[in-house]
């Protein structure tokens, strides 16, 4: 098993930045990827962006081009990621998930998931 813990989230003003962080613990030999889905209230869960152990691969909605930037410190078994010029629309719970494989863009490639972490972006 592989646990997730996420934190970071808070409420910010729009264009403001904010710095996610993914703590995982367990049997974390077993992951190969990681990935930042969200949820917005009312809305199905989408992804967000997503990275490999080595970081030789990685993804990002078209969404968050250029905005949000995933990062892994695979010493410390931690997911990062730092949103910067936050939108409103952005604000959704943040949740962090773990992979054996690479499949980044679907929640059912995904094993483990964190509880989640709610940004909030005001305008």
């Known amino acids: 098993q592989v646990q997730l813990v996420e934190s970071g989230g808070e409420l910010v003003q729009a264009g403001g930045s904010l710095r996610l962080s993914c703590a995982a613990s367990?049997?974390?030999?077993?992951?190969?990827?990681m990935g930042w889905f969200r949820q917005a209230p009312g809305k199905e869960r989408e992804f967000v962006t997503a990275?490999?152990?080595?970081?030789?691969?990685?993804e990002y909605a078209n969404s968050v081009k250029g905005r949000f930037t995933i990062s892994r410190d695979n010493a410390k078994n931690t997911l990062y990621l730092q949103m910067n010029s936050l939108k409103p629309e952005d604000t959704a719970v943040y949740y962090c998930?773990?992979?054996?494989?690479?499949?980044?863009?679907?929640?059912?490639?995904?094993?483990?998931w964190g509880q989640g972490t709610l940004v909030t972006v005001s305008s």
């Open positions: 990275i490999n152990w080595s970081a030789s691969s990685i």
């Open positions: 998930a773990a992979s054996g494989g690479w499949g980044p863009l679907s929640t059912l490639r995904y094993d483990y």
């Open positions: 367990g049997r974390t030999f077993s992951i190969y990827a």
